[in-house]
């Protein structure tokens, strides 16, 4: 039985790793969860453990060398597995291993052209091999599709998923005309016939939520199921002083801070997530694309509507939210109509597909697995 | 996102703000000239290429070459500036600032304190500096703590591509003169640097490791050597902060003093001389205000108090060497008191 150790894919924007060292030596014993490798990105350094055990027959990749994520870097084997099987298998792998513009195009961010000349930044996660229906993931107020990092490689595993980046946000295009919901919305639409995605399941989180019920009510036969985390839009009052707050926070520290009142606990922001969305908030229109959504979007009721309107679709409608969300009162969402599953989870914020992902992940999973049998 | 040297970065960011504002002009020897031009046109672009194109694209009215005066040069930017436009000046080599420090320091950098509000001087200055390519003592120094020491500069020291164009941005776009510095050694780095036009916030600095053994604060192109000596002292179990500040002035204290709380260890790498040297304000700074967090004393890194040797051997041993940074980590580690 012989396992490949293979470059990992860590976050959504890896695209090759160096080794910095290995930990263990060619013959060593290798349990489940050892650290194997150390493996250096553009953005962090990190130990890879190993996700089988065996021996650790081969030690392919040296320290200093780059591989693309996917590439063969080790071997583990049981001890019974020949030599000769073992050169087999490498010479045979490199053959297969995907080079690094293979790898982008199976699934590294893209982007999509709108008529009206905006784009929108995608990412694609799983290959669909399994003949599920897909998932489509939106994300909320200054976020991206890096929200969805932990839960994407996780649904991949049933069915093929796709993250979009909302206009003025992430990769995509920061010109907006008014920022009302209904122009997010025709941008995710416009997105999703370009994907030519017409039968999905769908998931929101906060003004993501909203867009995507909106979403489900224009055009109903095209989702399959409705999963809203934390949604905007549905009777919960905004702490518009956060998105005062972020919107006008352009130092790393500030946005530090801000972040924070997203989470249960708010060391959970970390100094990478900040300086991270403080070269989001510093592009040119950046804060003027949010500024116009905050006006024209969030500072509306966008509709108590959505309520009665979710329920008398005829598909199945999940919320999810954080007793400790601090951003969105949950008080509304604890009057959904009973149709509706809820599920509110303890000690999670604003943030419950981060803060709670195996959570999440179960959740959505059971959820989208029911809907694909519908 | 694409992967593009430092050069390219200020060359975007130059070529950027020249489209976004007719205002911007540049002005130094041989900026002129680049790619896509006709005979002489095609030869500069500035010495190392960094405004390479330039000229095919904006013109002669502006980017302008110069005859050789510094003086000139800095008084003009600063004239310009004053009534109106926002000169990108170039001092090819930051040693030259002998021959222009007065209209530098006595007239661009006091003009709108000693008007009382009402001149604004948008000027960027920007020079080559830095050791390691055996230019000599008179084209390989680091003098930004001359800059730093007067009121009314602000003084940008990028060390990668993506601040390289971040910051230029800003500089251009800020309406007090900026002297904005580029070591010799990085422009041929590469890094991921978004296609978008965006700005830096002067005064805050970036962590490039995190660690709660040591803070090392590193400047410029020490900011890459001290990682380097990090990655040995990862090796060696301790975990070091790395900090690169990437302005000198204003600079980012509350950053520095946050890091030296945590690890109460502090090691400066400047690849300045030591006397009256960022290394030191930055120990003077956190002594003052850190006294009670601090495990051990403060420990400086610099170049020996001499010129830079043109001897490549004596160079080499002149400039801050990862061993240097590495020892010093572990001598502030390893400090007892008796």
Redesign the interface.
Known sequence: MITPILMPTWGL?MEEGTI??WLVDEGAEIVIGMDLVEIET?KIANVLESQQAGILRRRIARPGETYACGQLIGVLADSETGDAAIETFVGGFAGQAATSEEVEEMGGPGHLDLPDGRTIRYLTVGDGDDGNLPAVFIHGFGGDLASWQFNLPVIAQDRKTYALDLPGHGGSS?DLKIGSLSELVSGVVDALALLQLENFHLVGHSLGGAVAAAIAIAAPDCVATLSLIAPVGFGSEIDMSYVKDFIAA????DLQRCLGRLFHDPAAVS?QMA?DMA?YK????VPQALQKIADNCLSLEIGDDHLRQISALPLSVMVVWGKDDAILSPEALLTLPADITRHELDEVGHMPQMEAASQINDLLKAHMTKGDCV | MPKISFRQALNDALRAEMRRDPQVVIIGEDVAGGAGGTGIEDAYGGIMGVTRGLVGEFGRSRVIDTPITESAIMGMAAGAAMTGLRPVAELMFVDFIGVCFDQIFNQAAKFRYMFGGKAKTPLVIRAMFGAGFNAGAQHSQCLYSFFTHIPGLKVVIPSTPYDAKGLLIEAIRDDDPVIFLEHTKLYDIEGQVPSDSYTIPFGEAQFLREGRDVTIVALARMAHIALEAADRLAALGIKATVIDPRTTSPLDEDSILDSVAETGRLVVVDEANPRCSMASEIAAIVADRAFQSLKAPIRRVTAPHTPVPFSPVLEAAYIPSVDAIEMAARAVIDWRPR
């Open positions: 924007t910095v060292q553009t920061k352009q130092r790393t520290r100094r300086d070269q510093r592009l040119d229109g």
